[in-house]
């Protein structure tokens, strides 16, 4: 790192955590919602949008953008955590339940793939996006959800580290052997459990 | 637009980290499209949790670099996405 | 014969001294050790750490010439900016400020290189073509030069006195200005954002073939870059240096 030189005066914009135990170790809390971009912001019309479940599948299912919002929708206040080391608490999303799009779902597949516009990917064990821990989600503290941050919608799984809550999502890929994503392939570690700091290979 | 995005310039300092010849003057071959260029010319995305720069001609990812700050510092080098990286010597 | 490569490293160089320019910029002047001189266009990545390890970094051009005996580098404060408002409120003449560099060959420009030079500025964008001006007259060049130079009001125009300076009496160096939010009275110059009309009757023609550098904020520098190329400049004529929707 620095090799120990402080700069004189310099504090910073967060806020210090310390006692906080809603804060997993390493982490500050910061006031905004920063972006993080690895590619080009997409805009995919939402006429040409939709959502889909497919691979180790009976049958794919897809959505339009006017079917998927049809569904039952979900108010999910979590707490989010960046690998990059910033977190907020009690944000507010609106979106579908993941195990509401797996509803019925016949499957083998442990893992998911989750893609999106842009090629982004991320993967998951199925049992880290089922019973109630994962949404795709299309609403943020009221407003349709920002093209920067991922609309019209995209994967939330607020318990792991936020680049596995894939932005501008179109579907989970079920799969028999895991896929490591975009980041997982590149360093980044492929559970992302903020409360045991995963966030390298190896850690 | 984009806001997001910046020119290939802006990796040059990660990517100097790594290698010891300029990279933004280097000639890129994209392996998606074939389009050549300095690495420069194309689009930077850079951020703290990685850089990639981006063929401005089809957008595919070109170079990734990750790197790691705590702990064992380790970078980890994406280069699939080019056919090859020509390095020049300085004017 | 290449160069012996060199390996990028963080150095704590000295802050000699600070002098605002404009009410919202300021100019640091440095001494680096180990310092062996940079190209004009290139910058320099500084990172400031606090006392409990958070670390916050950012790109900083280069505003003075390769020929120049300090550093200098230009801050605009921006209000709601992390390092910015360090840099010009907290930091002064004694402190260490850790840097490195310089960084980024591909947005330089060297007298040998010719022209002529078309450079368009916004804001505080200006900084990396301040090089490339202050580099040119150093070196006895006379390249003809044309800067495009948007800023918000004739208050603001960072370096205004230095370029009026160095405009007066070389007829190779113009300097043609555009105020965007705020005119003084009387003002004929051009009053508002670049287009492509203004592009049109200020740039070398495309059969000159200038090399052009454009730096400022994202939104300028991609519709100046666009309507350069739809008026028949070479695209690789054309370096970029975005610096993001917020301006660096």
């Known amino acids: 790192m620095s090799g120990g030189f402080i700069s004189r005066g310099f504090r910073g914009r967060r806020r210090r955590t310390e006692g906080d135990d809603r804060v997993p170790p390493g982490q500050y809390l910061v006031e905004g919602f920063p972006v993080l971009s690895a590619g080009p912001t997409p805009h995919t019309p939402l006429t040409e949008w939709s959502f889909a479940i497919e691979g180790e599948v009976d049958e794919s299912r897809t959505w ?110 079920l799969v028999t052997e895991d896929e490591p994503g975009f980041w997982e392939s590149l360093g980044y570690h492929n559970q992302g459990d903020p409360w045991r700091e995963q966030r390298y290979w190896g850690d | 637009m984009d806001e997001h995005r910046l020119d290939g310039n802006a990796a040059a300092g990660v990517l100097a980290e790594i290698f010891t010849f300029e990279i933004t003057t280097a000639r890129a071959a994209c392996a998606h499209c074939g389009a050549t260029g300095e690495v420069g010319a194309q689009m930077a995305y850079v951020s703290e949790i990685g850089t990639v720069v981006r063929c401005s001609a089809c957008d595919n990812a070109l170079i990734r670099v990750v790197r790691q700050d705590d702990g064992p510092q380790r970078y980890w080098l994406d280069l699939k996405g080019v056919e090859y990286l020509q390095l020049r010597e300085r004017l | 014969m290449a160069e012996a490569p060199r390996k990028l490293a963080w150095c704590i160089a000295e802050v000699v001294e600070t002098s605002p320019d404009t009410s919202r910029t300021k100019s640091l002047f440095l001494e680096i050790p180990g310092w062996e001189g940079h190209r004009a266009g290139q910058h320099i990545d500084v990172r400031l750490t606090a006392e409990d390890g958070y670390q916050a970094q950012r790109s900083y051009s280069i505003a003075s010439a390769p020929e120049d005996g300090r550093v200098e580098l230009l801050v605009e404060r921006l209000d709601d900016g992390e390092v ?49 001006i202050r580099h040119r007259q150093a070196a006895g060049n006379d390249t003809p030069v044309r800067l495009l130079f948007s800023s918000r009001s004739y208050e603001g125009i960072i370096f205004r006195d230095e370029l009026e300076r160095l405009a007066t009496g070389d007829e190779t160096l113009e300097i043609i200005h555009t105020l965007t939010r ?26 000159e073939r200038p090399l052009t550098y454009i730096c400022g904020p994202t939104p300028l520098v991609e519709t100046v870059a666009t309507d350069l190329v739809g008026l028949g400049h070479e695209p690789a004529r054309v370096k970029t240096e975005r610096f993001g929707p917020t301006g660096g």
């Open chain 3, 84 to 132: 910015s408002p360090y840099l010009t409120d907290e930091l002064r003449a004694g402190d260490g400020l850790e840097l490195r560099g310089p960084i980024g060959g591909w947005f330089a420009w060297e007298a040998r290189e010719g022209g002529p030079l078309l450079l368009v500025a916004g804001g505080s964008g200006i900084a990396p073509l301040m090089a490339m």
């Open chain 1, 64 to 173: 339009s953008w006017e079917e998927f919002r049809t569904l039952p929708s979900e108010e999910i206040t979590r707490d989010i955590h960046c690998v990059t080391k910033w977190s907020k608490l009690e944000t507010t999303w609106e979106g579908v339940s993941v195990d509401a799009l797996l509803d019925g779902v016949d499957t083998a597949a442990e893992y998911v793939v989750a893609f999106a516009d842009g090629g982004y990917t991320t993967n998951l064990p199925l049992e880290e996006v089922t019973g109630g821990k994962a949404w795709v989600a299309h609403t943020y503290e009221g407003e349709p959800l920002a093209p920067e941050h991922g609309g019209p919608a995209r994967l939330l799984v607020p318990h792991l580290y936020f680049w596995k809550s894939a932005k501008w999502v179109r579907g989970l890929r």
């Open chain 3, 182 to 207: 705020s005119a003084p009275p009387g003002w004929e110059g051009y009053d508002r954002r670049i287009d492509e009309e203004m592009l049109g009757e200020v740039a070398f023609s495309p059969d």
